[in-house]
């Protein structure tokens, strides 16, 4: 039972350059949603999906894209990285109207230098 | 917009005692989730307890415990008996309870050090 499944776990970018964070889940949950780690700042909802083919925003979506073509995976792109993007990274889901919140992939530490 | 409050950024506790960490929440919603997080130094996110709005009853996990005070819009994890294992930060996150709301809302944690 493999959960919420995040690759890299760790990741060094250089200024300007793109990557894409992967997000698996075989537990068949509907929503999926991406999070950023910064200290003093908790987490906070980068972008978010209900289904395959639907995405939204979160709080601090800019310079981030996602796309759900399939209920198992939901990418996070980094369209050209950003000092400001070193964080912590985590996917997570759960089935919608569920009242026993997410669960966690094991987080993408990035470094942007 | 909701947002979740987290006033103590460091809590320490004597091993085996007890430690209350505080959480209130803003919401105009009567339906909602309420839940605590714990992430260890290995980072992975575990569900510690959760609480439904409209349970009146305080949700219990063995030793942890909440204090769930609707009309104040507080929720407070109690941790009995603390354990090296309870060393992490704490994270309190809010929920709305309807279909597509499934957005978590986190407060900025409190990080717990068990002194032996």
């Known amino acids: 039972n493999a959960g919420v499944t995040q690759t890299p776990k760790f990741q060094v970018l250089k200024t300007g350059q793109s990557m894409t964070l992967q997000c698996a889940q075989d537990?068949?949950?509907?929503?999926m949603s991406w999070y950023r780690q910064d200290p003093g700042m908790g987490l906070r909802l980068i972008h978010y999906s209900v289904g395959a083919g639907i995405t939204d925003q979160g709080e601090v979506p800019n310079g981030y894209n996602v796309s759900r073509s399939t209920t198992e995976d939901f990418p996070l792109r980094l369209l050209s990285a950003a000092p400001s993007q070193t964080s912590v990274y985590f996917c997570?889901?759960?089935?919608?109207?569920?009242?026993?919140?997410?669960?966690f992939g094991s987080g993408t530490r990035l470094t942007v230098v | 917009a909701q947002t979740v409050t987290q006033s103590q950024p460091e809590m320490s506790v004597q091993e085996a005692e007890t430690v209350t960490l505080s959480c209130t929440y803003d919401?105009?919603?009567?339906?909602?989730?309420l839940f605590w997080y714990k992430q260890p130094p290995s980072r992975q996110m575990i569900l510690v307890i959760r609480?439904?709005?409209?349970?009146?009853q305080n949700a219990t996990e063995n030793r942890f415990s909440v204090n769930f005070q609707k009309a104040a819009k507080s929720f407070s994890l109690k941790i009995s008996d603390s354990q090296l294992g309870d060393a992490a930060m704490y994270f309190c996150?809010?929920?709305?309870?309807?279909?597509?709301?499934?957005?978590?809302?986190f407060g900025t944690g409190t990080r717990l050090t068990i002194i032996p």
């Open positions: 919401t105009s919603e009567s339906d909602y989730y």
């Open positions: 997570a889901s759960s089935f919608v109207a569920s009242n026993y919140g997410y669960t």
């Open positions: 996150a809010y929920r709305r309870a309807n279909f597509g709301n499934e957005k978590l809302t």
């Open positions: 537990m068949n949950h509907e929503y």
């Open positions: 609480q439904e709005a409209y349970k009146q």
